[in-house]
């Protein structure tokens, strides 16, 4: 999300909006005031805020959240209004466009427009955890709870920021197994989740600041170790990755380095081991 804020604020701050439009029929999630106020007005920047965008316009601003299959980029043409992947079209001077898409036929992604200084006012805001860069003072006490570290860290509400790609990279490089329990953590442990969230988050974003050019490309080139990478040897041992796949989503680990050897059961073959 960071990298998209600054890449997008480059390209489309100064840009006048021309007309605004929502053609995915779920996607605005307010409707005072109305997203034609929008009209005239200029983007001054898009910011970040946990896994969300903010694109302010004066005194406004679109609170979007992309869940995760929308992307939000800068086009320098405009889309067709039956284009069934486009959610929210913000046609800009020149003939281009600020345009929310998403991918496949859930339409999960939301906009809201909201007065620039009630963004954080915002329940989506409010409900948010510290971020996760840097590592917050408090991760023992954030991660003090009877829940397993993978929906742990990937909670917003503990820790904002981290998506679920970057929760298998951050438990490889600490070494800890997704299904340790957050209260379990002895001090080591938390100080090398900590020091793995920094690296992993810190060393993504200087990739994409060395490896992605002004257009923010539909798929990140995501440096990753062990996501996506089941079936393929461990970079640190060689021992084979393996994965637990779930409806929306697939965990990657290392059985030698992070489960003392144990391969777990898939999700599609068995119940999860508890």
Known sequence: MAIAARRLTAAAAGARVESALAPGMVTMKTFAPPLDALVGRTVDRVGRVGKMLTVELGDLA????LMSAGRLQLFDSRASLRDKASRLLLRLDGGREL???EFGTQQR???KLLALDEVHADEAVTTLGPEALPCPDDLAALLDQPRHLHPLLRDQRVISGIGRSWVDEILWTARLSPFRK???LEVFDVEALGAACESTLQGALDHYEEVIGPTVPDKLPMPLQVHRRAGEPCPRCGTQIEAIHFKDYVMCYCPAEQTGGRVLKDRRLSRLLK
Not at 62 to 65: A, R, V
């Open 62 to 65: 679109l609170l979007i959240h």
């Open 99 to 101: 345009r929310l898409r």
């Open 109 to 111: 992604a939301w906009a």
């Open 182 to 184: 957050g209260a379990d």
